[in-house]
């Protein structure tokens, strides 16, 4: 039996419910969707941190969440997990028409959008006529990543900033009225949409300069974290609460540990 085969039976087994586990039985696509985002967030963590024992296994759970939908989709006459793979099938050969037909495609920014046209003809041909070009940008993405999908329709559709300074420009206008809004004591409502704003231009200014801004973020709290360490030890070795010491103290120490970092880095 092949691998597929048992997971598929194996997860069958568990929604028996008859014979099988009560808290599988009770689960719904409601129920198990944060397990998926959650798995596919371990996966990508797996990856960054280049732990392909760990990617391995994280995978596996990530398999099995689609295993675990596709299970519940064919207890209710939906689909089953062998529609899933067909549509996937279906939906690369018919995207890759450079590869499994006569069209030609050089580089990847031709194939990426080639990918786009492919998608919004099979939209029309499914009857979905409108032009919303941020439709199908779903919102349960991390928000980060979300605006950075919405910045890409939009520049596909023609709306997008010349180039990364004037990105940059439009940053610098948004850290002007945030500073507006402190100044003069503004609505909390009104803080919140600053702060937005200025994000918003920092995933603007990442995009343009072909940086992935949910990895930069993920890269600057790794930093921030090994810092703290940093802190927390020397604090430790010196029998000192870090509630009892000063910002400055706090400060230099920082210091140290950014000296630290690029000793370690140039191999001394």
């Given at each position: 039996m092949?691998?597929i ?7 069958a087994?568990l929604?028996?419910r008859?014979k099988?586990?009560?808290w599988?039985?009770e ?12 798995e596919?967030?371990e996966?990508?963590d797996?990856?960054?941190?280049k ?5 391995r296994?994280?995978?596996g ?17 939906l689909?089953d997990f ?19 037909g ?5 580089t ?5 959008e080639?990918w786009e ?9 499914n009857g979905h ?17 979300r ?6 329709a939009?520049a ?7 180039d ?8 610098q206008?948004?850290i ?16 919140l949409?600053e702060v937005?704003?200025m ?7 990442a995009?343009k300069?072909?940086?992935d801004p949910?990895?930069?973020?993920r890269?600057c709290?790794?930093k ?6 940093y802190?927390q ?6 029998r000192?609460n870090?509630?009892?010491?000063s910002f400055?103290?706090l ?5 140290q ?9 140039s191999?001394?």
């Amino acid at each position: 039996m092949k691998p597929i085969d048992r997971l598929l039976e194996i997860m069958a087994r568990l929604r028996d419910r008859e014979k099988g586990c009560p808290w599988d039985v009770e689960q719904d696509f409601d129920s198990i969707a944060p397990h998926t985002l959650e798995e596919a967030y371990e996966v990508a963590d797996a990856i960054e941190r280049k732990d392909m024992k760990s990617l391995r296994e994280e995978l596996g759970d990530l398999l099995l969440q689609v295993v675990f939908h596709a299970q519940m989709a064919s207890e209710n006459s939906l689909f089953d997990f062998d529609d899933v793979a067909r549509g996937i099938c279906d939906k690369l050969v018919s995207r890759h028409p450079h590869v499994f037909g006569d069209a030609k495609v050089a580089t990847a920014a031709e194939q990426s959008e080639a990918w786009e046209v492919h998608k919004a003809k099979e939209k029309a041909e499914n009857g979905h006529l409108h032009s919303d070009v941020l439709a199908g940008i779903t919102l349960s993405l991390p928000a980060v990543t979300r605006a950075l999908k919405l910045q890409k329709a939009a520049a596909r559709a023609g709306f997008d900033w010349p180039d990364a300074e004037s990105a940059f420009e439009k940053l610098q206008e948004e850290i002007g009225e945030l500073s507006h809004v402190l100044t003069h004591d503004g609505a909390h409502q009104e803080k919140l949409e600053e702060v937005g704003d200025m994000i918003f231009s920092c995933v603007n200014i990442a995009r343009k300069l072909g940086v992935d801004p949910e990895e930069a973020v993920r890269f600057c709290n790794r930093k921030f974290e090994q810092r703290m360490l940093y802190v927390q030890r020397e604090l430790d070795s010196q029998r000192v609460n870090m509630k009892n010491a000063s910002f400055q103290e706090l400060n230099d120490l920082w210091d140290q540990a950014k000296i630290s970092e690029s000793t370690d880095e140039s191999g001394n």
